[in-house]
């Protein structure tokens, strides 16, 4: 995994950047400020290192809070090795049994543009999420741009119809669930939740040890599903790429 040139790997050539007063995705009545470092050419051992910290990748960028008065997002991921699935991700597995599932590198089609303005605009409707219908330029900017050797998109299909994409970056040590899109219309399949055990599945199969699943924040009930895939870990803030992350044991409370 490593060798003589870690070091490189580990500092690529980047434009780093903050963007203060965004608002907050979670908690509107608060301002944002993120980090970016800009990535021209990225290794894995990078994208692992930095994930390993809590930063998230969109495209080229990799992006994590800095908020001055704020430390409400937590990183997490899952241990996959020793996960036991609760009765109802057994049903919701069940139910998929003949959804089809292709595993590839991320594309752009009109398909992909229509299910994620579909299911983000469904999403803004009944959770109040922040939503623009998203062009095909920030889509590929997003989603598809420096997706290097390890972004790939994973693909549900039911009657022959796109109905779910999952994004997500299979590392080192873990696989990095990116983003998740699905067709409000199939609720009844628990989509999102059966592309989260996908990816447990998958991972168990490549021998990996984790699910990086994100941020926790306490109080965002779209989040509250987070708490049924355990065992979970929690990331102490945001150490350096050459500090050690200490990731410590989480059930789902404070």
């Known amino acids: 995994m490593y060798d003589k040139n870690m070091k490189e790997l580990l500092t690529p050539k ?35 290192s930095v994930t390993q910290r809590g930063w998230r990748r969109y495209g080229r960028s990799f992006v994590h809070p800095t908020c001055f008065t704020c430390t409400a997002c937590k990183s997490m991921r899952v241990g996959v090795k020793e996960y036991k699935y609760t009765k109802s991700q057994k049903k919701a597995i069940k139910r998929n049994e003949d959804t089809k599932i292709i595993v590839q590198e991320p594309t752009l089609t009109q398909e992909h543009i229509n299910l994620y303005n579909k299911y983000h605009s469904y999403k803004a409707k009944n959770d109040q999420w922040q939503h623009e219908d998203i062009s095909e330029e920030k889509y590929k900017s997003d989603f598809v741009e420096g997706a290097h050797d390890f972004g790939k998109e994973i693909l ?3 009657d022959d119809k796109l109905v779910c994409v999952d994004l997500v970056d299979i590392l080192y040590d873990g696989i990095s669930s990116v983003h998740c899109y699905y067709d409000p219309e199939y609720l009844w ?18 021998d990996l040890e984790w699910m990086y699943l994100g941020y926790w924040v306490e109080g965002y009930k779209a989040f509250d599903y987070k708490k049924n895939f355990q065992p979970m870990e929690i990331l102490e803030g945001f150490p350096r790429v050459f500090e050690k992350p200490m990731w410590k044991p989480w059930k789902g409370e404070e």
């Open 189 to 206: 399949y628990s989509l999102g939740t059966h592309s989260l055990l996908y990816e447990i599945k998958l991972a168990q199969e490549l």
């Open 156 to 158: 549900y299909y039911r």
């Open 14 to 48: 980047s434009i780093d950047f903050s963007i203060s007063d965004e608002s907050c995705a979670y908690m509107p009545d608060k301002s944002a400020r993120m980090n970016y470092k800009q990535v021209e050419v990225v290794s894995k051992v990078f994208a692992t």
